[in-house]
């Protein structure tokens, strides 16, 4: 019944079981797949400790799960992450005793609070053992699409040096394991294409994974299962693709229940984060046209993408195919499909809201495709257009790299912030945009947990709990107020946007806090701005931009540090003096 399935053959017309058998030894496929990940691991290691933490990086969720709390305090995401960063303390909690870092769990614990660089390295370390998967998982495509060990080789390296998964593996998220989910899902699918049911299973986990990493995983998961319902009705009927289905279900769903039993045991939290998101990321009232231009302008970036010759590359392959039929690999349009159906649908959907973690998962795929593509030109009459177009594509690959690598080895601008503010400015009142890092005084303390005290009174909503370490903080510091700002997509949020869901820290913006002559009668003259242009001039925010364009225009610029790290979100910090009402 499935003779169909039990070869697959390249597009030369060898038989991929036999050139398998033949042509690789186990030994050599093994160093093949672990030279291929060490080395896409060793290039991500590089910058891994880029000077500090970033808010999205969440290595207290991962904290609470050592503590019993799976239940993670923001539901905007899968807990899977989570769950898995748990899994890395632990590692790190070994090593750390063995290497004499600290003795027990308190020590444990009293270096989190202390200085918890550590810590977030664990998990950086963890991300980037997910994307240095990508190279094998590229290789592993290649050679279940018939493609040689050498050719399949190259495929790898592009796997290997795909600049958005080098970059955001410096970035603890989930966005990177989410990426190297879909590479898996188009291997294991080829996988249960080649070899009949008994792959339904595997293939059932890779997609709970997927969709356990983030949600967005869905707009790759309908096009691909379209791929899997097309090939499976054709070849082996309605009844047979019912059967596979339900057995993907069987796996999948008790999966999805042990990735996932944070949702399980707070439902109710988690349909309201994704209410919450949905205000955050659906965007109904941005132009199309302008939103590819903005997604194809990431794409061939040579950091955030995958360089103007892959990008360039992925739009024209259509064209090469339909007018040279039968010199596509097998499989490799419909890949194609699927991958341009997914980002259709995130465009669609997100408009010009597209953060790169959105996309490194699309980009993936999109870069899956076109390195098969080009290097199946390499067996081709146009050999040479493969050959310039690969040389290409890897050269600006690494001139991305080292962008990343530059900046993330660049010290952070922020001690030299800090201590300019420290020492030119000890006995004012300072607003901040930015976390400088500074003792702050009691009373400055005071009023801003009285704020978050008042906002959670005012929604009606209960704050998380928040361990303390076992020593105090300091008394003496400087009087510094955070800016009152808002979670990244709700800039522009009211209250209506948000009646009956609003969450801890997911509130609205509040407009009586953005009224300059308040802060300036409280006492307030110093003022720490982070991207200031952008803030007068762009932010989607009208309370933000009046607010700023006032400071601009009232007060005097002290002092601007250019940011050195704008891929780690340093942006030009200015320091405003404002004289006294």
């Not at 890395?88 to 609070?113: H, I």
């Not at 959907?349 to 973690?357: F, S």
């Not at 996309?359 to 495709?369: D, N, S």
């Not at 303390?445 to 801003?448: F, P, Q, S």
């Given at each position: 019944?499935?003779?169909?399935?039990?070869?697959?053959?390249?597009?030369?017309?060898?038989?991929?079981?036999h050139?398998?058998?033949?042509?690789?030894s186990?030994?050599?496929?093994?160093?093949?797949?672990?030279?291929l990940?060490?080395?896409?691991?060793?290039?991500?290691?590089?910058?891994?400790?880029?000077?500090?933490?970033l808010?999205?990086?969440?290595?207290?969720?991962?904290?609470?799960?050592l503590?019993g709390?799976?239940?993670?305090?923001?539901?905007?995401?899968?807990?899977?992450?989570?769950?898995?960063?748990?899994?890395?303390?632990?590692?790190?909690?070994?090593?750390?005793?063995?290497?004499?870092?600290?003795?027990?769990?308190?020590?444990?614990?009293?270096?989190?609070?202390d200085?918890?660089?550590?810590?977030?390295?664990?998990?950086?370390?963890?991300?980037?053992?997910?994307?240095?998967?990508?190279?094998?998982?590229?290789?592993?495509?290649?050679r279940?699409?018939?493609?040689?060990?050498r050719?399949?080789?190259?495929?790898?390296?592009?796997?290997?040096?795909?600049?958005?998964?080098?970059?955001?593996?410096?970035?603890?998220?989930?966005?990177?394991?989410?990426?190297?989910s879909?590479?898996?899902?188009v291997?294991l699918?080829?996988?249960?294409?080649?070899?009949?049911?008994?792959?339904d299973?595997?293939?059932?986990?890779?997609?709970?994974l997927?969709?356990s990493?983030?949600?967005?995983?869905?707009?790759?998961?309908?096009?691909?299962?379209?791929?899997?319902?097309?090939?499976?009705v054709r070849?082996?009927?309605?009844?047979?693709?019912?059967?596979?289905?339900?057995?993907?279900?069987?796996?999948?769903?008790?999966?999805?229940?042990?990735?996932?039993?944070?949702?399980?045991?707070?439902?109710?939290?988690?349909?309201?984060?994704q209410?919450?998101?949905?205000?955050?990321?659906?965007?109904?009232?941005?132009?199309?046209?302008?939103?590819?231009?903005?997604?194809?302008?990431?794409?061939s970036?040579?950091?955030?993408?995958?360089?103007?010759?892959?990008a360039?590359?992925?739009l024209?392959f259509?064209v090469?195919?339909?007018?040279?039929p039968?010199?596509?690999?097998?499989?490799?349009?419909q890949?194609?499909?699927?991958?341009?159906?997914?980002?259709a649908?995130?465009?669609w959907?997100?408009?010009?809201?597209?953060?790169?973690?959105l996309?490194?998962?699309?980009?993936?795929?999109?870069?899956?495709?076109v390195?098969?593509?080009?290097?199946?030109?390499?067996?081709?009459?146009?050999?040479?257009?493969?050959?310039?177009?690969?040389?290409?594509?890897?050269?600006?690959?690494?001139?991305?790299?080292?962008?990343i690598?530059?900046?993330?080895?660049?010290?952070?601008?922020?001690?030299?912030v800090?201590?300019?503010?420290?020492?030119?400015?000890?006995?004012?009142?300072?607003?901040?945009?930015?976390?400088?890092?500074l003792?702050?005084?009691?009373?400055a303390?005071?009023?801003?947990q009285d704020?978050?005290?008042?906002?959670?009174?005012?929604?009606?909503v209960?704050l998380?709990?928040?361990?303390?370490?076992?020593?105090?903080?300091?008394?003496?510091?400087?009087f510094?107020?955070?800016?009152?700002?808002?979670?990244?997509g709700?800039?522009?949020?009211?209250?209506?946007?948000?009646?009956?869901?609003?969450?801890?820290?997911?509130w609205?913006?509040?407009p009586?806090?953005?009224?300059?002559r308040?802060?300036?009668?409280?006492?307030?003259e110093v003022?720490?701005?982070s991207?200031?242009?952008?803030?007068?001039?762009?932010?989607?925010?009208?309370?933000?931009?009046?607010?700023?364009?006032?400071?601009?225009?009232?007060?005097?610029?002290a002092r601007?540090?250019?940011?050195a790290?704008?891929?780690?979100?340093?942006r030009?910090i200015?320091?405003?003096?404002?004289?006294?009402?």
């Open positions: 019944m499935f003779a169909s399935h039990a070869r697959v053959y390249d597009y030369g017309g060898k038989d991929l079981d050139m398998t058998s033949q042509d690789l186990r030994r050599r496929r093994f160093a093949i797949l672990a030279g990940f060490l080395f896409a691991l060793a290039i991500r290691l590089v910058g891994l400790d880029f000077g500090y933490l808010g999205d990086e969440r290595v207290n969720f991962a904290a609470k799960v503590a709390q799976v239940v993670p305090d923001q539901h905007f995401y899968p807990p899977l992450f989570n769950y898995l960063g748990a899994v890395a303390l632990v590692v790190l909690y070994g090593v750390g005793e063995v290497v004499g870092w600290w003795s027990g769990l308190a020590g444990f614990r009293d270096q989190y609070f200085d918890p660089t550590v810590f977030y390295l664990a998990l950086r370390v963890m991300t980037s053992l997910f994307a240095a998967a990508i190279a094998p998982l590229f290789y592993l495509v290649a279940c699409m018939g493609f040689e060990p050719r399949a080789f190259i495929v790898g390296l592009f796997g290997a040096v795909t600049p958005i998964t080098v970059y955001l593996s410096h970035i603890a998220k989930s966005d990177v394991p989410l990426a190297m879909m590479v898996l899902c291997w699918l080829l996988r249960r294409l080649q070899d009949g049911p008994r792959r299973f595997w293939l059932g986990a890779g997609l709970i997927g969709v990493f983030k949600q967005s995983f869905v707009f790759f998961a309908f096009p691909l299962l379209m791929m899997h319902l097309f090939h499976v070849d082996e009927g309605w009844v047979s693709w019912g059967r596979s289905v339900l057995r993907m279900l069987l796996v999948g769903m008790p999966l999805w229940a042990v990735c996932n039993i944070g949702i399980i045991l707070d439902l109710a939290n988690f349909v309201t984060y209410k919450i998101q949905t205000v955050m990321s659906v965007r109904v009232g941005e132009g199309m046209g302008e939103s590819l231009v903005l997604w194809f302008t990431m794409l970036d040579n950091v955030i993408g995958i360089t103007w010759v892959m360039a590359a992925f024209g259509p090469l195919w339909a007018l040279r039968g010199s596509a690999p097998r499989y490799l349009p890949l194609w499909l699927v991958a341009f159906v997914a980002v649908l995130v465009v959907i997100a408009r010009l809201r597209q953060p790169e973690g996309w490194i998962g699309f980009f993936t795929v999109v870069q899956l495709v390195a098969l593509g080009l290097v199946a030109l390499l067996r081709d009459r146009l050999r040479i257009v493969g050959v310039i177009a690969c040389v290409a594509a890897f050269s600006l690959s690494g001139l991305g790299m080292a962008t690598w530059r900046q993330s080895l660049a010290p952070a601008m922020m001690p030299d800090a201590g300019y503010v420290a020492n030119t400015y000890a006995g004012a009142r300072i607003f901040s945009g930015v976390d400088l890092g003792p702050v005084a009691a009373e303390r005071v009023e801003e704020r978050i005290s008042r906002l959670a009174a005012k929604y009606d209960t998380p709990e928040q361990a303390a370490p076992d020593h105090a903080a300091p008394e003496d510091g400087l510094i107020r955070q800016a009152p700002s808002v979670m990244f709700l800039e522009a949020a009211s209250d209506a946007d948000l009646r009956g869901i609003v969450q801890p820290h997911a609205p913006l509040q009586e806090e953005w009224v300059l308040d802060w300036r009668k409280s006492g307030f003022f720490v701005v991207n200031l242009a952008y803030l007068v001039n762009e932010t989607p925010s009208p309370v933000f931009r009046a607010f700023y364009g006032e400071l601009a225009a009232s007060c005097a610029i601007v540090f250019p940011a790290k704008p891929l780690y979100l340093e030009d200015t320091v405003l003096t404002c004289p006294p009402i």
